[in-house]
Every structure is written in structure tokens, then in C-alpha cells.
């Protein structure tokens, strides 16, 4: 290999070292089944090390448990019967300006442990359901959404509930409550409000709970290198 042609490779590589960041998330830890829908409509199965992408949606079945870990070094863990979307993902080492989180949950439920992005850009990362906008600051917390309304109670750090266009802070440990076309408060968290522990969970980590709607992602076809 000449140099000129050495160069050329290396110059393409060290561009294209950013994008590798944009890798978005892996499947950490998976029990049961896993299918993804591509933005093109296909279904795949996924196994462990697959890869997710923005525009995935994720949906674990019956008595299926699965954890994505991010490139940022954040968790989210599916417990059964869960969708969610990525919807956006941009994390670029040592450019928090290009920090962007955005994941939308449709129906089931999911634990959420923060990573680099949303210790270093705080307004950069947030997850949608069809109640509220939840912004999260550096947290460990739950979501459970019940036919009253949306429940955030959280554990480490800040998450903030945006509806009908007024953002209330939570603190660790307050629970905010959001209900149909009403403004966020801050309630005592009922003594039935639900937990999930994931077989893989840590014993201190918290649980994000939600059921709503969902798309119908279809029948599943196993996609053979599960990435």
C-alpha cells in the first residue's frame, strides 16, 4: 500500500469515527423475545449485541425482559409487553452541543438510568408518552402511567413533567402525577402504585412503568446477524 492510499484510509476513518458514536444503544441483557421495526416497516427478532437505531421501535412479548444499554452509558430496561421508539439519539464524545435523547414509550414498561448526556446536557434528553413530556436530569425514577394519569416518582437526581404548558419539578423522592388535560402536581404516590424488578435489574435501581396505546409492528422475522 503506498502512503498516498494509507492516508486516504486513515483520513476516512478519523471521519467517520464520530458516526461510530451514533451507534445508538445495544441489547445488554435479554430473557424471552425482542422484536424491532425498522423505519421501512420490516420486523426482525433481536438477540443479545444487536444493535438499535434512531427510528427503532422496540417491542418486548409475554414474560420477555430486555435492557438496552447507550453509547452514553445509560440503561433502559424493557419489562414485558413493552414499545418504545427511539425517536432521536445523537451523542458525540467531548460534543455535548450535539447531545439529542428523545424516546417515545407506547404502552408497557421500562426502567430508565440516566448516562453522560443528560449529566452534561440537561435539556438535551427526554422521554414522551401521551400524557406528558418528562425531562430527565441526571435520575434514576419511574414512570407508571394508570387510567388516572402519569405517576413520576424518582429516586436519584431531577425529572421534570411538562403538560398543557406548565413544567413542575421532581425531586428524589417526590412523585409527580399528571392526569388527562391537566396541569402536573405534586401528590403522595398511592399505596398501590406499581414496581417492576427485570431478572437483571440491580437492586437499586428504579422502575419506569406505562401502558397506552400502541402501533401494530407485525409478525417478526428473525434477522440473521441481529444488527
Not at 467517520?16 to 444503544?25: G, I, S, V, Y
Amino acid at each position: 500500500m503506498n502512503p498516498r492510499t494509507f492516508l486516504s484510509i486513515l483520513f476516512a476513518a478519523l471521519l467517520l469515527a464520530p458516526l461510530a458514536a451514533l451507534a445508538e444503544a445495544t441489547i445488554q441483557h435479554l430473557s424471552g423475545t425482542l422484536s424491532v421495526q425498522k423505519p421501512d416497516g420490516t420486523v426482525r427478532l433481536l438477540s443479545e449485541r444487536s444493535v438499535v437505531r434512531e427510528g427503532d421501535v422496540v417491542s418486548t412479548e409475554k414474560d420477555s425482559w430486555a435492557q438496552l444499554r447507550f453509547t452514553d452509558g445509560g440503561q433502559v430496561t424493557l419489562r414485558p409487553q413493552t414499545q418504545v421508539k427511539l425517536d432521536n439519539y445523537r451523542y458525540v464524545e467531548g460534543q455535548p452541543q450535539q447531545d439529542n435523547f428523545l424516546m417515545s414509550v407506547f404502552k408497557g414498561g421500562l426502567r430508565a438510568v440516566t448516562g453522560l448526556m443528560a449529566r452534561r446536557s440537561r435539556d438535551s434528553y427526554k422521554m414522551a408518552t401521551s400524557t406528558a413530556t418528562i425531562g430527565i436530569r441526571g435520575t434514576v425514577f419511574t414512570l407508571i402511567l394508570r387510567p388516572e394519569g402519569l405517576y413520576v416518582s424518582v429516586t436519584e437526581g431531577t425529572v421534570t413533567m411538562l403538560a398543557q404548558g406548565i413544567e413542575v419539578p421532581i425531586q428524589a423522592g417526590q412523585t409527580g402525577l399528571t392526569e388527562p388535560d391537566q396541569a402536573p402536581k405534586i401528590v403522595p404516590p398511592p399505596a398501590d402504585l406499581e414496581t417492576v424488578d427485570a431478572p437483571f435489574d440491580s437492586p437499586t435501581a428504579g422502575t419506569v412503568t406505562i401502558a397506552t396505546s400502541a402501533p401494530d409492528v407485525g409478525s417478526a422475522t428473525e434477522d440473521p446477524v441481529c444488527r
